[in-house]
């Protein structure tokens, strides 16, 4: 049950989401439009200003005011006068002012704050190329200081150093800011609510997902598809779930084949009964002298005997596309085109019957306890596949069911894994699964005929050694 204090972090959540969602698209705006507004502006300043500031510089030079120091300042203070937003109009060598619009500053050296100015008017000596930059200042009013080489018999000595204030640029930039804080408010006012809520549904249609798929697993759905979740609280519920479901799978998988917890889940098998009639090959495999091997093991060497034959076996299935349908003792039936139908089931029946026998007499050995060593008798396993229409599906009752196989060719098979131990084979098929091979295959050859309990004619079989 949801408390009102779950409810009230839910809501603020969403709230301040809303919130920092307005804000941040109005001040990654108003840092667009600033820094397009001044960038635009500068350039035209310095586009206007600089046809006047070159044209005072070779005025300047060619009439050689710079032998003149008081006809210089009252030619710098006539321009700064016809020029409203010319603050400071200077010349200077790089280390001093030489002349300067302002009274009083012809001589001083370019010391304290201007000292990184005086390198620049030093590096634009060197060059003879003018520059200009936009000037961030305390007072936040940018300002443009433009900077152009005296030419001066055979090189630049001094450069005209001119400071524009950038205040109806900035004034404009202010104007601009104001209006954004006023669409900002109306933002506030209209768009925050509407969002509120489309972001409230957009937690609560993922609880409601959340809460399907908590069904669909509780109906055996493992393969849940979880939304996003926008918050701590969503993601820990996802997560839990999620590792609920891969939990739960794995189980199954442990005790029903990989495809029979797919077909279950997806027809919703754990909660209703599925059958089906189809084709398939069934193989059934044993291990020969099994009982007599058994004995002189302990429980613990018998497990784990086993457990590496039953690993090998079950994965060698799986990859041919096989059904595991149960072991029985150290048996094990496999179904081969059913519940999910394949194009060559007799061929998977096959070869996984040939790297069934191959694999046992390769690792028989390396299951067994050290101790025995060489000393362990000859051992093989004997396999019979028999294809034809099959049951499968759920068999039991409401407390306890299996999934399985029946019919004539499961007894069949079996008949033909035991049948080995009279042919001398290691793999009996009928006439149906020998269709499955490859033509010119000649692996197996004519085994002859057998009497099999229910049916009226014999069966032909082929057998592989």
């Known amino acids: 049950m949801k408390t009102p204090l ?30 397009a507004v001044l960038e635009g502006s500068t350039k035209i300043t310095v586009e206007v200003n600089e046809a006047m500031i070159k044209a005072a510089a070779e005025d300047i030079a060619s009439v050689g005011f710079l032998a003149d120091p008081a006809a210089l ?28 619009s302002e009274p009083g500053k012809a001589g001083s050296l370019l010391g304290g704050g201007a000292l990184d100015k005086g390198s620049e008017i030093r590096a634009v000596l060197a060059s003879g190329q003018a520059s200009s930059e936009v000037e961030q200042r305390t007072d936040i009013v940018p300002r443009l200081t433009y900077i152009y080489p005296l030419p001066v018999g055979a090189g630049p000595k001094a450069a005209l150093v001119a400071k524009f204030s950038l205040e109806e640029e900035f004034g404009a930039i202010t104007h601009l800011r104001e209006a954004l804080y006023r669409i900002l408010l109306l933002s506030g006012l209209v768009g925050v609510p509407a969002l509120f809520g489309l972001l409230w549904l957009m937690a609560i249609g993922p609880l409601r997902r959340l809460r399907r798929a908590a069904a669909g697993l509780a109906e055996g759905d493992f393969d849940l598809v979880l939304p996003k979740a926008h918050s701590l609280e969503l993601s820990g519920l996802s997560a839990a779930l999620t590792e609920a479901s891969a939990s739960l799978k794995a189980q199954y998988e442990r005790y029903l084949s990989p495809q029979v917890v797919a077909i279950l889940g ?27 091997l058994s004995e002189g093991l302990t429980v613990d060497e018998l497990g784990l005997f086993l457990n590496g034959y039953f690993r090998t076996m079950t994965e060698i299935i799986f990859s041919r596309r096989g059904t595991l349908d149960k072991y029985m003792g150290d048996g094990i039936l496999a179904i081969f085109g059913a519940p999910l139908p394949t194009a060559e089931f007799r061929l998977d029946a096959i070869e996984a019957a040939r790297e069934m026998t191959l ?77 499955g091979l490859a033509s010119g295959d000649l692996s197996f ?15 032909e079989v082929l057998g592989s050694p």
């Open 445 to 459: 050859h004519p085994a002859g005929s057998i009497a099999v309990r229910g049916l009226a004619d014999p069966v």
């Open 359 to 435: 694999a046992y007499a390769r690792e028989y050995r390396a299951w067994l306890p050290a101790s025995l060593g060489t000393t362990a008798p000859v051992s093989r396993i004997r396999v019979g596949i028999a294809t034809g229409e099959v049951f499968y599906g759920n068999v039991g009752y409401e407390r306890r069911s299996d999934f399985t196989a029946l019919g004539r060719s499961v007894n069949l098979a079996a008949r033909l894994q035991e049948l080995n131990k009279e042919t001398g084979t290691s793999i009996l098929i009928d006439l149906e699964t020998a269709k």
């Open 73 to 100: 300042e009252s030619k710098l203070a006539a321009l700064r006068g016809r020029n409203n937003g010319l603050e400071s109009l200077f010349v200077s060598d790089g280390l001093r002012i030489v002349a300067a």
């Open 6 to 35: 779950s409810r009230v972090s839910l809501s603020v959540q969403i709230l301040l989401m809303a919130l920092v969602f307005v804000a941040g698209l109005m001040g990654a705006l108003s840092a667009i439009l600033q820094k």
């Open 266 to 292: 997806k027809e919703g098998g754990f909660r209703r009964d599925i059958r089906m009639k189809t084709t398939g090959s069934i193989l059934m495999c044993d291990i020969e002298g099994f009982t007599s």
